[in-house]
């Protein structure tokens, strides 16, 4: 069984269990077992956490920003083995996707983060010299990490978004692994760890499972400052309730069927780009994007007729992906299920595949817009993998209807026409729409989510737990992992620097 | 029966119930009976804030500046029978406290807000033109503000710090007023009313009571954006439970005991000040301020038996202030017993105080290190009032143990001597407390809350419910009430003007 690594060493879990990664591709389990640790090992992963964020108040900067490109420098070094390691515990392409996209934008993400490091200004510092009051956002204490299953290094626990934001933001990293996982991730941490040997011990740590009971506990510790989370509502939210509960900042990614509205004069401008852009970024990544287009929302009419036929065409057409575990395959059932009994048509698909790799059809269900609006609740249900819902609507007014019953997304979009023949429909629905996603799109699919400093992956509740914040996009990302410090009177030698 | 002020006019209420408040001074009920609005009352005025918040979204940010500094102008028009009315529900001075100090406190916030409305940086926006996106704080909707019992004006849930931010944010506001003092806030939104006259129906509102149960659905409620409460822990813990199960954003200020710690040079340097300032603060308002020092933590010796000595002198010789309300002088007796049941020792007070007034002896308590470690949440219990508890420890280390068992508090102060001889023991006992606060002091109490873009009214749980925020500080405050809004590819002319 592999060794976990806590306050600085890979050293024999104090195990209450363990477990094994599935390849999606065959079915079958992957050798490495991996511990299931008690809570004994929380308690020392926490306790060397804390002394090592005590130890991080004293060291520049520089430090961190050394650590990070370190770090970099390794996982790219590495890329082969990592990227090989990622493609057979997830199922998802080695190129270009692993190794070409994703672990770039990885080492790219933690590159940023020690330009963050380096720059004080998102820190947001305020001197007021008349008052002798002076305030700055502070790191918060050490944050834990909770990555998902669909990105195994971008959004991995110990090398993605959030740990790159923490780090800059000046927060040592408890990590936990995804089950789906743990070789991806116990390569990385050791990587992390080769790069962290200036750092004092417990700078990054890294455990692969804990029960229940000791992830409701380890949010909710004192000593810990926040925590990070990408996952399954249901998950999340246990975790969140735990955390709100002692008032624990608790930033958690949760669920999102990113609504896309396709106004009819797009359809009568550029039909064949629009089938292709829809099916596409539907199928991406077997449909597992956390911005997936779970719900397009059209007009009845002949060419959305031909519209849904079209990438229903398309969805039969390709070939299904492995998803990313047995887990993944039974939600995506249940929730094809769900919007099935509520009244939704199936369209294409709808069922697993078959064949030895843990897949499912591509699937396209239609539901019309009154039919939405009589089970609201139900017809949202996120369907994670490759499934999409195509509301046709009456009139632009229930459109409107539909959308004003959603709940918060990370993604909104609207396609209309350039000849300005849908600009009255547009005007009508963007700030409904707007009022409920983190990031409004015009003419896109929000599938990809750019590294820059602009953009926002967050949004409302359920999207996230606070509206406030994003996930990606340095520094800004960094502000989730502070507190806002003020010093009155301080004298001047007992300032932080940025504020003397 | 007063009215409410809902969508736009003061109307009979759909009342449940009534109340009056009470006049501390005198111990007598009011005359003027307020309603306790139903669900319905709750349910329209949710409604009216929701449209409202439609029409502010293509307001220019000038129209809520001129309603922000009319209303200011008013209410220093008013300024007398304002701070009257506020002087007989509360107890508190008419002068100096409530007209020259509060009343003139609170006006300057509300023109600081019509400031923050014009000043587009706050927001930060941040433009990628190369990858075609933006994204910048946009108002959050409309908020409820729950103002406390102890500042009637400057916290007031139409005129105070909150309301002030949430207007300059973009936000209608829902004011519930505090039961202590509703004909002050009457006359607030009599004044907050006739300023909006421009301004859509909905912009401010005003009930005065709610039950339990319309409370925690009014915070749940998906048209509201945000909510802002300031009182006491029990009500905002569950106000905070409701929100926080529906990710709503609740930026609770909920309680504080602002720990002290005098350093031994303190008191060989400057030992009349210190008793003088101890006491000062201690007293001020009753000792009903959030930032109220209800934690004097010091080293065992002579000079602090003299310093525990001397303060309880001035504390004996200070006459008893009205309380707020009998609710208040319950509480501090609750609070009293409890300190006492967990080993504190009566130095001076402790019963309620003879006469026809709503007030309290002057109370101080006293406990040794070793005692306080032995029970630290019991010793930690907010006594909101004249009451403080001196800690008398017998080492540095021994500090350091009690400071690292407290609970998030607003304010953190270190006393030490200027000749360098407690500089050591600055150095260790700083970074504990540090953590713990929102604002850290060093030779200076915490009562004065200066309003200072570099201020933080804040700090970590349960002095707040999220340690990134700050409630009075403007334009900083205004962050609480926006959401993180992202444009991806949309076309310019439908952008905010503020990222074209």
New interface residues.
């Given amino acids: 069984m592999h060794p976990v690594l806590i306050d600085g060493h890979w050293r024999p879990a104090d195990a209450t269990g363990s477990f094994t990664a599935t390849n999606p591709a065959t079915g079958e389990s992957l050798a490495d077992a991996y511990p299931v640790s008690s809570a004994n090992d929380v308690e020392e992963a926490l306790a060397a956490a804390a002394r090592a964020f ?1 130890e991080w ?1 004293k060291l520049p900067r520089s430090a961190l920003a050394d650590f990070l490109r370190k770090y970099a420098d390794l996982v790219d070094q590495r890329a082969e083995t990592i990227a090989r390691a990622a493609h057979e515990e997830t199922g998802l392409p080695y190129e270009p996707r692993l190794k070409g996209v994703e672990l770039p934008r990885t080492t790219g993400q933690l590159r940023q983060a020690a330009d963050a490091c380096l720059d004080p200004a998102w820190r ?1 510092p ?3 010299e008349a ?1 002798n ?3 700055v ?1 502070q790191p ?2 050490p944050v834990l990490v909770l990555g998902p299953n669909n990105f195994p290094l971008a959004f991995n626990g110990i090398s993605g978004g959030d740990f790159a934001a923490a780090v800059a933001a000046g927060c040592p990293v408890i990590a936990k692994a995804h089950r789906s996982h743990p070789t991806t991730s116990r390569l990385l941490a050791e990587a992390a760890h080769e790069a962290a040997a200036d750092l004092p011990p417990g700078s990054v740590q890294m455990i692969f499972a804990v029960d229940h009971a000791d992830g409701l506990a380890m949010v909710a510790d004192p000593r810990l400052g926040a925590a990070a989370f990408t996952g399954s509502r249901s998950g999340g939210l246990r975790l ?2 735990a955390a ?6 608790f930033f958690a990614e949760l669920s999102a069927i990113n609504p896309v509205i396709v106004l009819p004069g797009t359809l009568v401008e550029r039909f064949d780009a629009m089938v292709d852009e829809t099916a596409t970024s539907g199928l991406m990544g077997a449909g597992q994007f956390c911005t997936n287009p779970g719900l397009i929302i059209t007009l009845a009419g002949d060419d959305t007729e031909r519209f849904v036929a079209a990438v229903a065409e398309r969805y039969a057409a390709a070939a299904p992906q492995p998803l990313l575990g047995p887990g993944v395959l039974k939600c995506l059932a249940e929730s094809v299920s769900t919007l099935q009994a509520a009244g939704a048509k199936l369209i294409q698909g709808g069922e697993a595949a078959e064949g030895a790799a843990i897949a499912h059809q591509n699937t396209l269900l239609r539901i019309d817009g009154a039919a939405f609006l009589a089970q609201p609740d139900a017809l949202q249900t996120e369907a994670f993998g490759p499934c999409t819902l195509v509301a046709v609507c009456d009139d632009i007014e229930q459109v409107r209807q539909v959308l004003s019953t959603l709940e ?1 997304s990370l ?1 909104g979009c609207i396609y209309s026409a350039t000849d300005g023949s849908d600009d009255a429909a ?1 005007d009508e629905l ?2 409904v729409l ?2 409920r996603v ?7 699919m ?1 599938t990809g989510v ?1 590294v ?5 992956h ?1 949004g ?3 999207a ?7 996930a990606v ?1 340095l520094p ?1 990302a960094c ?2 992992f ?10 001047p030698h ?1 300032l932080p620097a940025i504020l003397r």
């Fill in positions: 005590c108040e947001l305020v001197i007021d008052a009051l002076r305030s956002l918060i204490g969140k309730r709100d509960e002692v008032g624990k900042p918060g993604t547009y963007a700030p707007a009022a983190g990031r409004l799109l015009n003419d896109k929000p750019a820059s400093p602009a953009m926002n967050g409302p509740f359920p996230t737990g606070h509206p406030h914040f994003t996009g800004a502000r989730r502070t507190r806002l410090a003020c010093f009155d009177n301080v004298r007992r």
